[in-house]
């Protein structure tokens, strides 16, 4: 069974500083990994979505790397602003399956 | 805008009752999902279709029902054998086995009174 962890829980970064969220999951037999990000009391909405074949995705300010055989992806978001404090959630994505982490809260400090 | 639309935002339950979410979809995707969200834990896959009169239990099944009549639509059931239904109820559709990603819809906050 897939498991899938983030670290940290939660971060509180000045405004402007980089941020930098992990995601380990156990199985490297996957399709994708999708990054989602979930505003307080809303659905989720998708950041980025890397194939088992990329290395790497990015979009503004934002990057994704996946390391399939060490089962890691790293969610790097630069020059941080107030507006970036939400949830973000890593997502595994299997046969008609995700398998998801509990998430990092990030608060990005004015 | 093609998208997800669920309803309704916030649902309250008595005990012993069965209530349905709706969501519906317009972007032609042929699989719909429903998830499961608690405080502290990841989201939980409670059903999904891949097609039209098709579905298939996920991790926790026990106490829903779905249906799939249509393909722009994938209401999910809490039935009163649901012993816990109090969650944040999210509802996702993807254009094939999910190769080319998931897309959510808003969610439906389930509240049993």
């Known amino acids: 069974k897939q498991e899938v962890t983030q670290i940290p829980a939660a971060l509180s970064v000045p405004e402007g500083e980089n941020l930098v969220l992990n995601c380990s999951f156990t199985?490297?037999?996957?399709?994708?990994l999708q990054w989602f990000r979930q505003d307080p009391g809303k659905g989720l909405t998708s950041l980025l979505l890397?194939?088992?074949?990329?290395r790497e995705q990015t979009s503004g300010r934002l990057n994704a790397s996946l390391d399939k055989s060490s089962g890691r992806s790293t969610l790097y978001i630069a020059a941080s602003q107030p507006g970036d404090s939400a949830t973000y959630l890593c997502?595994?994505?299997?046969?008609?399956?995700?398998?998801f982490g509990a998430g990092t809260t990030v608060t990005v400090r004015a | 805008d093609g998208g997800i639309t669920q309803s309704p935002k916030y649902l309250f339950r008595k005990e012993g009752q069965n209530v349905t979410l709706s969501c519906e979809q317009n972007?032609?995707?042929?699989?719909m999902y429903w998830y499961r969200q608690d405080p502290g834990q990841g989201l939980r896959l409670i059903y999904y279709?891949?097609?039209?009169?098709?579905?298939q239990k996920g991790d926790i099944a026990e106490g829903y029902s779905v249906s799939r009549e249509k393909k722009e639509s994938f209401p999910l059931t809490v039935t009163s054998a649901q012993k816990n239904p109090t969650a944040f109820y999210l509802c996702?559709?993807?254009?094939?086995?999910?190769?080319?990603?998931?897309?959510f819809g808003s969610g439906t906050r389930l509240t049993v009174v």
């Open positions: 996702a559709s993807s254009r094939d086995r999910g190769h080319y990603g998931y897309t």
């Open positions: 199985d490297s037999a996957i399709y994708n």
């Open positions: 890397i194939q088992s074949s990329q």
């Open positions: 997502a595994v994505g299997d046969d008609y399956k995700l398998s």
């Open positions: 972007l032609n995707h042929d699989a």
């Open positions: 279709s891949q097609i039209v009169n098709d579905f």
